[in-house]
């Protein structure tokens, strides 16, 4: 393992008055129009102060001076060096926190083991596969302790390897670049695990972020006991996980569709593998461009997900990541059938819950259609936030009765 670093800060940054109240109430993030003054001279990755106008100290975290938010909040107490200390004690109060919501199990060995701001380890995100973790990095500061990250990490119990993914935006705006590939361990080139009794196994070369939407586990579970007997279409299907819940849950007939024939084959060959392959049937398809022939040929569906991939990755793509949810929402619903469910769902954070409700409703009315709110879920209790977070909550699955 990594020799410990103690790590004093030396750098302080001072809040202007009337940006202290959301630090004060447990946001983590510092954003730069709030700094009122720098003192000292960090360089990108150094652990730095925040104060308020007054001087109190509010919190401690690593700067990143390239970035729309220059801090995100690590520690609040202020004799707490963030050191590899602790690290090391967020990574096993993460472990524990898992742990005690019945992770892993028997069942399920695939999950969210860190979860950035939620696990006080902001710049951070670690999924589990089994034996293998693997890491992203999001800020400059965890760049540069990386070594030391992953030395703790592959110290865990049950740990082979550790994956470490690419993340070209957030590097474009921190400063700093990476490769990706097994950086402790075994290397692989698949990851194996379960999510409630499935058998996934996924080729690293073809995932996304850390690899598979842990997020939605829950929501899968949903549409499993909603499926019997209902015609089931997955949009934006990724691997076909929302299908293969479906198909398990008795679903009469399931049609998952993306435009990635490379995913597809994933997921018909994980179909195949769970003994569901006779009941999905996988299609090529661009949600944007496909759907209104189909609802004119006469396709109709019982229950419909849409869970399209980010379309705002920031505040300046909101405006029209709005419309793309509107338009998204309005071919979907022409597939459901009088009395069924659609099921759509948003992972941009900056489009709000009454985002995604406004602008679905929006398209039923293009339709001249009723859609009664049922259900509204989140993210899975592995991925944590703070209480004062609310950018954190990312992920909304609204599921809805359609007349």
């Keep these: 393992m990594s020799p410990p670093t103690t790590e004093s800060s030396a750098a302080r940054l001072h809040l202007a008055a009337g940006h202290v109240k959301p630090i004060w109430a447990g946001h983590p993030w510092v954003y730069a129009q709030a700094i009122a003054r720098c003192e000292g001279q960090p360089a990108a990755g150094d652990v730095v102060d925040v104060l308020d106008a007054e001087q109190r100290f509010l919190g401690r975290g690593f700067y990143s001076p390239d970035s729309a938010i220059p801090v995100r909040i690590l520690s609040r107490e202020a004799d707490e060096s963030l050191d590899e200390a602790a690290f090391a004690r967020r990574i096993h109060r993460a472990v524990a926190r ?5 992770l892993p199990s028997g069942a399920t060995n695939g999950y969210r083991l860190i979860h950035a701001e ?109 499926a019997s007997g209902r015609r089931v279409l997955d949009l934006c299907c990724y691997v076909g996980a929302f ?15 993306d435009r990635s024939e490379a995913l597809l084959d994933v997921a018909a060959s994980q179909a195949q593998a769970n003994g569901l392959a006779d009941r999905i049937e996988v299609r090529t398809a661009d949600v944007r461009r496909d759907l209104v022939p189909w609802a004119e040929a006469g396709a109709r569906y019982d229950l419909v997900v849409l869970d399209p991939p980010k379309l705002s990755p920031t505040g300046k793509h909101r405006r029209r990541a709005l419309g793309a949810y509107r338009n998204l929402n309005t071919a979907a619903l022409r597939l459901v059938s009088p009395g069924g469910l659609l099921a759509t769902c948003s992972c941009s954070a900056a489009i709000t819950t009454s985002d995604l409700l406004r602008e679905t409703a929006a398209a039923g009315q293009r339709l001249r259609r009723s859609l009664d709110l049922l259900e509204l879920r989140h993210q899975g209790p592995d991925h944590p936030t703070p209480a004062a977070f609310d950018e954190g909550r990312y992920l909304d699955f609204a599921l809805f009765q359609v007349r």
């Design 118 to 226: 939620g696990d006080q380890l902001p710049g951070l995100i670690v999924d589990r596969y089994d034996r293998t973790l693997v890491v992203q990095l999001l800020t400059i500061g965890t760049y540069r302790r990386r070594e030391s990250i992953y030395d703790l990490l592959a110290s865990l119990e049950g740990i082979d390897s550790v994956v470490e993914t690419a993340s070209t935006t957030p590097e474009k705006h921190e400063g700093f670049t990476t490769e990706g590939g097994t950086v402790r361990g075994a290397s692989i080139d698949q990851l194996r695990f379960h999510e409630r009794s499935f058998e996934w196994q996924l080729p690293i070369s073809l995932t996304q972020k850390t690899g598979f939407y842990f997020d939605q586990r829950e929501n899968r579970a949903l549409i499993e006991r909603l």
């Design 243 to 257: 299908a293969l819940a479906a198909a398990r849950g008795g679903a009469e007939a399931v049609v998952a569709v």
């Design 98 to 102: 898992r742990k005690s919501l019945g």
